[in-house]
């Protein structure tokens, strides 16, 4: 099995096997905490081989850089069956993910397990946003 394609984006769709990805991102911009995430997409393209065949379990974790979980794992089982003659097989997971809520600023992680072994990791940022001083709205670079 190959991971071909891991990441997080705005949106995702398969159509007949198409993998169509909007903006892809690795970081998060806030003023302040909690924030949340309206919505993004994990996506993951992963190709398998006919020995491969059969019942797998796609496991996905979204931590903090303490290993403190985002959200609540998600256990994914799928099975693998390659047609006719082909040697290969590719198979698109798109999770939409609603609400995402982030509780510390730092290093975070969509870590991508199959078959209970580590497969992959997607890097993600949460990054403070500069806050914007009072006067700054109204000063004016002309004074003397």
Do not use: W
């Not at 911009?29 to 909690?34: G, I």
């Not at 903090?64 to 390659?82: A, H, R, T, Y």
């Not at 590719?90 to 509780?103: D, M, P, S, T, V």
């Amino acid at each position: 099995m190959d991971i071909q394609v891991a990441v997080l984006c705005d949106a995702a769709t398969d159509h007949k096997g198409k993998l169509n990805l909007l903006g892809t991102f690795n970081s998060v911009y806030t003023r302040e905490l909690p924030a949340n995430y309206p919505q993004c997409s994990i996506v993951l393209r992963v190709v398998f081989k006919r020995v491969e065949e059969g019942s797998h379990k796609l496991r996905i974790n979204f931590v903090d850089e303490d290993g403190k979980f985002v959200m609540p794992s998600i256990e994914l089982p799928f099975e693998v069956n390659v047609p006719g003659e082909d040697s290969f097989l590719y198979r698109n997971f798109i999770l939409n993910i609603q609400r995402l809520k982030f509780e510390k600023f730092g290093q975070h992680a969509v870590d991508i397990a199959i078959d209970g072994r580590q497969e992959a990791s997607i890097p993600l940022e949460v990054k403070q946003l500069p806050g914007q001083k009072p006067d700054d709205a109204t000063e004016n670079d002309d004074e003397s």
